[in-house]
Structure formats: C-alpha cells, structure tokens
C-alpha cells in the first residue's frame, strides 16, 4: 500500500502559524523515510522541504530551515510539519511523501517517490 493523506492546510496571514498533518497508516512499503515537499502556484516544479530519517535525522531546505519542523508520531503513524513565521513565499500546496531514504540529505530537493493528494496553504500579506 502507498496511500497518504494530507491534512491541515489553510489559509493564513503572514506570521501565523500551522501545522499539516499526514497519515501514513496506508503506507506499508518497506525502506522508504517521509517527508514533504511543496509546489508553488502556477509553477510546474515542486521543492522539497523537510524530510526525516528512521533515526530522526532532519533535513530541510535553506528557505524554511529555523521556521518549518518535521516530526512524527510512530505509535499513530502521522507524520507533522510545524510551520511557524510563514510568509507570503510558502503558499504552495504541501504533498507527504516517500522516498528511499538515502535520500532524506542527498535527495532532498526532489524528494518523494510516492505522495498522497496535497494540502494547499495560502498565506495572506
């Protein structure tokens, strides 16, 4: 199964913050680590954002290290970004995703083999 769902997204004024949410209970391929990235309006290329290892390992891209947190609740299965100080910049819709796990440092900025619908985030100025 490779199925993910997003939730959490919104719209918020700049400075706010918010959290996603993304079940990962339907996901049950093995070797894989999530993660999130992001597609801008009217853009067809995505950005990966935050990506976390089977030992926690975090990274993230320049543009949202210090402001965006990935973490996750095994016993639930629910992987989080925490997003805090949002700009008008972080619009996009926010996809949940799997990749091969070498990739949460080298791969980051195209993260995601498999990902589930998105959650759109709109910051108001």
């Known amino acids: 199964q490779v199925q993910l769902v997003e939730s959490g997204g919104g719209t918020v004024q700049a400075g706010a913050s918010l959290t996603l949410s993304c079940d990962t209970s339907?996901?049950?391929?093995?070797?894989?680590?999530l993660g999130w990235w992001r597609k801008f309006p009217g853009s067809s290329s995505r950005q990966g954002v935050a990506?976390?290892?089977?030992?926690?390992?975090?990274n993230y891209a320049e543009s949202v290290r210090y402001r965006f947190t990935i973490s996750r609740d095994s016993a639930k299965n629910i992987l989080y970004l925490h997003m805090t100080d949002l700009k008008v910049d972080d619009t996009a819709r926010y996809y949940c995703?799997?990749?091969?796990?070498?990739?949460?440092?080298?791969?980051?900025?195209?993260?995601?083999?498999?990902w589930g619908q998105g959650t759109q985030v709109t910051v108001s100025s």
């Open positions: 339907g996901f049950t391929r093995t070797g894989y680590c």
């Open positions: 990506a976390i290892g089977m030992d926690n390992h975090q």
């Open positions: 995703a799997a990749d091969r796990c070498y990739n949460v440092d080298s791969g980051l900025a195209n993260w995601g083999v498999f």
